[in-house]
């Protein structure tokens, strides 16, 4: 089965749309832990009105001070969003104490957010059908949306490791969807044997689409099994670092995106 992914070299188009870094204000209109350790914010305002977000994997800069009034800015998924209704929803994953995360544990209905972006969008080819979406919980907002906006042509296999039960999420969706949950501790999210372990027991069908998004080492460490043991062409690889053990707001996506 590995083989026959190797044999299909036609890369799917993947095309980088550039947008306007515009600046916008929001207010909160809603706070909702949807598990322990995701917080969903719904944020509306009329700055939204020319609000553009074109993949499933798109970041915008979410902009707090830090006590000295500095600002900082870190990048979050835009999980929805309604541009006539001026609403934008935005998930939280709990799993550090970095000063957004601070802001998130305090917003409440009322309470102002500032946004930069997107600054662009890489949109894959609609022909692209079958997708294998590998995470830990920063990756559930884009892997969540993706699998919304598929439609029911769509076959979609999911791994995402969380700290346990308590954190798997559902998905509405009408494409072909398997979730397999990884359990590991919040502490062994560094580590990417438990991801690396279900992988072995995944046959890769040809021209599936691979999307990883995690710790940068253990996307780094996903990636190279998926070329080394898995055959898988390199064009039919995304992977993305999205936080680095150790150092709060820095990401490796241009590092490891292929």
């Avoid at 979410?62 to 998930?91: H, K």
Wanted: charged residues 25%; aromatic residues 6%; contains cysteine.
């Amino acid at each position: 089965m590995d083989n026959k992914q190797s044999e299909h070299t036609d890369a799917p188009s993947i095309v980088r749309v550039h947008h306007d870094l515009n600046r916008r204000k929001l207010t909160v209109e809603s706070v909702n832990n949807i598990t322990p350790n995701m917080r969903r914010i719904v944020l509306n305002g009329d700055d939204l009105a020319d609000f553009v977000s074109l993949a499933p994997d798109d970041h915008i800069k979410v902009i707090v001070l830090d006590p000295s009034g500095v600002e900082q800015r870190r990048d979050y998924t835009p999980r929805s969003f309604d541009r006539s209704a001026r609403r934008l929803v935005i998930d939280f994953a709990l799993h550090e104490s970095g000063l957004v995360t601070q802001w998130a544990i305090n917003a409440r209905p009322g309470s102002t957010l500032e946004i930069l972006g997107p600054r662009g969008s890489a949109v894959v080819s609609t022909a692209v059908k079958r997708w294998l979406l590998i995470g830990d919980e920063t990756a559930l907002p884009a892997i969540g949306r993706r699998i919304e906006e598929s439609d029911q042509e769509a076959e979609i296999d999911v791994i995402a490791a969380v700290a346990g039960a308590q954190e798997e999420q559902s998905f509405a969706t009408t494409a072909s969807l398997e979730v397999r949950w990884i359990h590991r501790a919040a502490n062994e999210a560094t580590n990417p044997s438990s991801l690396i372990s279900a992988l072995r027991h995944i046959d890769i069908m040809p021209q599936t689409f691979v999307w990883v998004a995690a710790e940068a080492s253990v996307a780094r460490a996903v990636r190279a099994y998926l070329l080394d043991h898995k055959n898988c062409p390199l064009s039919w690889i995304k992977a993305s670092g999205y936080w680095i053990n150790g150092k709060a707001g820095k990401t490796e996506s241009a590092a490891l995106e292929c």
